[in-house]
């Protein structure tokens, strides 16, 4: 079993930075892949980045080259910065792990979820 602790969400104007952090504990080193998805109010949860263990990273497209996602496996954390942000950011973020060395970008796909952070950005 992993455990999955984010933190860091809030409120922030557009254009703004926020960082998330997500702790994971428990059976860790067979988080092979750990990501971050969201969910805005109403709609389905979406991807947003993974990375692996070894560092390759996939970012979805409405995020590139203003979200960046980093992991530190000493720390068994992983971070999301998000710069210049957009109201259509507004979503409660999760982050998530799975034990396959396969990129997916279905929730499906993982079976370990934390309980979520809010991120709010006004316009």
């Known amino acids: 079993q992993v455990q999955l602790v984010e933190s860091g969400g809030g409120w922030v104007q557009a254009g703004g930075s926020l960082r998330l952090s997500c702790a994971a504990s428990?059976?860790?080193?067979?988080?092979?892949?750990m990501s971050w998805f969201r969910q805005g109010l109403g709609k389905e949860r979406e991807f947003v980045v993974a990375i692996n263990w070894s560092g390759t990273i996939y970012y979805s497209d409405s995020v590139k080259g203003r979200f960046t996602i980093s992991r530190d496996n000493g720390k068994n954390t992983m971070y999301l910065q998000m710069n210049s942000m957009k109201p259509e950011d507004t979503a409660v973020y999760y982050c998530?792990?799975?034990?396959?060395?396969?990129?997916?970008?279905?929730?499906?796909?993982?079976?370990?979820w934390g309980q979520g952070t809010q991120v709010t950005v006004s316009s």
């Open positions: 428990g059976r860790t080193s067979s988080s092979y892949y």
């Open positions: 998530a792990a799975r034990e396959l060395n396969i990129f997916t970008k279905s929730p499906s796909g993982y079976p370990y």
